[in-house]
């Protein structure tokens, strides 16, 4: 049966997603083909592995991801002193019962962060 999902995020420049993805949000690099130039490699930051594939721009579209995370008040601190997040940026709950934050990264992939609110979080 399934075990895991690793997205594969398209990238138009791979060694500045993986800058971004390890040095600014935290992630270490799990592994990266051989081939000069490289045009794969994967990152990881605790249970959570993505995957990164150069692609020509005619394939590149936006995609959309939603990490569950423990903490996004912590989050959102770390990433906010390492600039990382947008003016617009806010850490929130929302009506739909989560706390999250989202950015996007240097090839315009959406990545939120969340946590479900307990029941005595939750506004009526």
Do not use: C
């Not at 990238?11 to 592994?31: C, H, M, N, P, V």
């Not at 959309?64 to 003016?87: I, N, S, T």
């Amino acid at each position: 049966m399934f075990k895991e999902t690793h997205p594969i995020l398209g990238t138009r420049e791979l060694e500045k997603s993986l800058d971004f993805y390890i040095r600014l949000l935290g992630f270490a690099l799990a592994f990266r083909d051989l081939s000069d130039p490289t045009n794969y490699a994967g990152v990881r930051r605790d249970g959570v592995e993505l995957h990164f594939q150069w692609q020509d721009e005619a394939e590149m579209s936006t995609t959309r991801l939603r990490f569950l995370v423990e903490d996004p008040d912590a989050l959102f601190a770390e990433y906010r002193d390492k600039q990382v997040l947008g003016k617009r940026t806010r850490l929130a709950d929302t009506p739909w019962g989560t706390r999250e934050f989202a950015l996007y990264d240097p090839d315009g992939n959406a990545l939120t962060f969340y946590r479900d609110l307990k029941k005595s979080e939750v506004r009526s």
